[in-house]
């Protein structure tokens, strides 16, 4: 079986109207906008979870999940990039069948798109220059703290960073270049992201990082049941056989979050305790 792995940059195409997400058929049983494909918006400025090659492809732990999964239903997966916010809105209107991100599940999303099961487990995380001091949530009033628009990290700052002055931005890449030049005093973004970042930058540093109360995961169409069926089903039997601890290794350094081997209790026996 050929799998191909397309990263378009833009809009794509706009849909037929007599296209049916949710529904099935013998040549499409997984209710797909494109049968035998499934068409998977990636933010490629999210690593580890989805970043660029150098040649352009997605790659990541997301990336692997999904080519895995596809692999096992016969599927083949065109990815296109997007942002997070024109992803879950391409899912709502037909363009995508998969949100192939690191996606924080909250009840306003869930509300538009439905989630697969617990991914990972993350935290939040302030990420700062190595010259800045405030190293408490209350330390940044006044401070130009950065955040992607659409992501669960502005709920962060606007809950818990008291008077900070929220900067927003499309994409993680761009307020990673300004927190270096200088003009932002912090980016609130992911755990997994910024350490990535630090790996990049040695002028970085996580100056705070907090839980979170809610799983990392992908997203389909609300009406596509039968896809989010699938995708569970083939994430368990991956968590069963060792596959999901193997790409999860990969990507991560940490072993698994108590969230996480509470979703997937065969993760428990497989690490050791």
């Not at 050929?2 to 833009?10: C, N, P």
């Not at 997400?21 to 499934?38: F, M, V």
């Not at 879950?88 to 306003?108: C, F, K, N, R």
Request: positive net charge; proline residues 4%.
């Amino acid at each position: 079986m050929i799998r191909t792995r397309v990263l378009a940059v833009g809009v794509a195409a706009a849909l037929s109207l007599t296209a049916c997400g949710g529904g099935s058929s013998k040549d499409d049983p997984y209710g797909l906008e494109t049968a035998g494909t499934i068409e998977a918006a990636v933010s490629t400025d999210q690593p580890p979870f989805a970043s660029a090659s150098k040649g352009g492809a997605p790659q990541g732990f997301i990336v692997d999940i999904t080519d895995e999964v596809a692999r096992r239903l016969k599927l083949k997966v065109s990815y296109k990039a997007s942002t997070v916010p024109a992803a879950l809105q391409g899912l709502t209107s037909g363009q995508y069948d998969l949100a192939a991100s690191g996606l924080g599940v909250t009840a306003e999303r869930q509300r538009q798109v439905s989630f697969t099961k617990a991914l990972y487990w993350s935290t939040t995380a302030v990420v700062t220059r190595t010259d800045e001091s405030a190293s408490q949530v209350t330390a940044f009033g006044g401070k130009k703290v950065g955040v992607v628009t659409g992501t669960v990290q502005e709920t962060f700052i606007e809950q818990r960073m008291t008077g900070a002055k929220e900067i927003k931005f499309s994409n993680q890449n761009a307020a990673v270049s300004q927190l270096l030049s200088g003009n932002l005093d912090a980016f609130v973004v992911g755990g997994p992201d910024a350490e990535a970042y630090l790996k990049q930058y040695k002028k970085l540093k996580i100056a705070i990082s907090a839980p979170v109360d809610h799983p990392t995961s992908m997203a389909v169409q609300k009406k596509n049941t039968r896809l989010l069926q699938a995708i569970d089903a083939q994430v368990g039997a991956m968590v069963g056989d060792g596959t999901f601890l193997r790409i999860y290794k990969k990507w991560f350094t940490e072993a698994p979050a108590d969230g996480l081997v509470s979703a997937w209790p065969a993760l428990k026996s497989q690490l050791g305790s």
